[in-house]
């Protein structure tokens, strides 16, 4: 590999939520953070040069994206997604939860109904109850270690509760689930015969496990495309989260309207140049780091994946498709989630998203990102296998 995954760079004193935010968001300063999606590597050499050559050109005014910027972002989804964009389709907003936030906004009212699947990224929830819109939640059916759509329950969710808006999460997140053709046309017939609007959240559509393939929902066809909003960003693919760009692809100009006059509501118009600047780079020449990136974080799965098999056995990995974040079911230690918690914060000295944070169906669940050194992986894995095994002890088992 050309690129040394496995060296540590100490990222406190940066302001890293993960690394400098513990006490003031109630946590012990010693947790090994494992929560919040970004990684613990740099950013491809291409990008740091694209930011250093931009600083140094050192004017800093009101900036618009480029022909060439947009020759980048579409090659990067045909050549990864086989999806082909155009540029008018897209608006740019400073991150994607920024994006959910303005759709439930562009579509729906006060009072009205969007649904959404938990256990899902806790912003799903978030920017539609703190809109003052009604939260309806179809949530996934968990049986045998995998998720799957109940697709009857769904369609009589969305026809009791007159739904507006489907907040979509493809692949979904946590549970790494990714989505296949066929279920994703079903959710789209239920959506587009009860008039429903689609938001499809594909932030993490860059991680699909070898074997799985991401499908973008808007490419499944027109009729589908015509209806949606697709929500693309490099922040996880290049682990830029800060730089605050996301592109999000409306193919419908009416639909695209009623957007973008809600990201100007909320008084947002134009971007961030070094964000515009990094965004670009990354798409153009990232590639190869990405691969290598994405071949390390397999390792980094499979380690994960036996060293809860043959050491942790109590706990479940649910299978990922995709994403960087393992999610685990511990309900057979019998624990509620604030036993759970305990034993992961003042056990296993660990800082990870339980999973009750994601809506009552993760309850019993953690959420761990392996986006980090094998080395602080392991470690992680061996503190949380000392806390299991010092509560067993503790229970005579
Ligand atoms: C599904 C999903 N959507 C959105 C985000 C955050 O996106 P942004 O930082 O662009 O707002 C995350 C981050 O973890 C995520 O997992």
């Not at 929560?35 to 740091?48: S, Y």
């Not at 009604?134 to 045998?144: D, E, G, W």
């Not at 670009?280 to 380690?303: D, M």
């Not at 034993?343 to 009552?360: H, I």
Request: glycine share 8%; with cysteine.
């Amino acid at each position: 590999m050309e690129y040394d995954f496995d060296k540590i760079i100490d990222r406190h004193g940066t302001g890293s939520l993960k690394f400098d935010c513990a006490e003031r968001r109630g946590k012990s300063k010693d947790l090994l953070p494992l929560w919040v999606a970004d990684m613990d590597f740099p950013v491809p050499d291409e990008v740091v040069d694209a930011l250093v050559n931009r600083s140094r050109h050192a004017i800093f005014g009101y900036t618009e994206p480029t022909d060439s910027y947009f020759e980048a972002v579409t090659g990067w989804l045909e050549n990864h997604h086989g999806w082909k964009t155009n540029p008018r389709w897209y608006v740019l907003t400073p991150g994607v939860v920024f994006a959910l936030a303005a759709a439930v906004c562009a579509f729906t009212e006060p009072g009205e109904s969007v649904i959404i699947q938990q256990p899902v990224y806790y912003p799903f929830s978030e920017v539609v109850n703190d809109n003052g819109r009604k939260l309806v939640n179809c949530p996934l059916v968990y049986s045998n270690g995998a998720y799957s759509i109940d697709f009857d329950a769904f369609e009589h969710a969305v026809e009791q509760e007159d739904v507006k808006l489907f907040l979509l999460c493809n692949p979904h997140n946590p549970g790494g689930r990714v989505w296949s053709r066929d279920e994703l046309r079903r959710l789209g017939d239920i959506c587009n015969r009860h008039g429903v609007v689609v938001v499809s959240d594909e932030i993490h559509a860059d991680f699909n496990r070898p074997g799985y393939e991401h499908v973008v929902y808007a490419s499944l066809g027109e009729e589908y495309a015509q209806n949606s909003i697709t929500c693309t960003s490099p922040g996880k693919t290049f682990n830029m989260a800060s730089l605050q760009v996301s592109n999000i692809i409306i193919p419908n100009q009416k639909l695209r309207r009623t957007f973008r006059h809600s990201k100007t509501a909320f008084g947002y118009s134009q971007m961030n140049a070094l964000g515009l600047a990094a965004t670009e780079a990354a798409y153009k020449y990232g590639e190869s780091w990405f691969l290598q990136l994405k071949e390390y974080l397999e390792g980094n799965y499979v380690f994960l994946k036996s060293f809860i098999e043959e050491r942790l056995p109590q706990l479940t990995n649910v299978e990922l498709g995709s994403t960087y974040l393992a999610w685990i079911d511990c309900r057979a230690l019998g624990l509620d989630d604030n036993g759970l918690k305990h034993l992961v914060e003042d056990g296993a000295k660990l800082w990870l998203d339980m999973g009750d944070v994601f809506g009552p169906d993760g309850s019993g669940f953690i959420r761990i990102n392996f986006a980090t050194q094998r080395s602080v992986l392991e470690q992680a894995l061996e503190q949380l296998e000392s806390a299991v095994n010092g509560y067993l002890a503790s229970r005579g088992e």
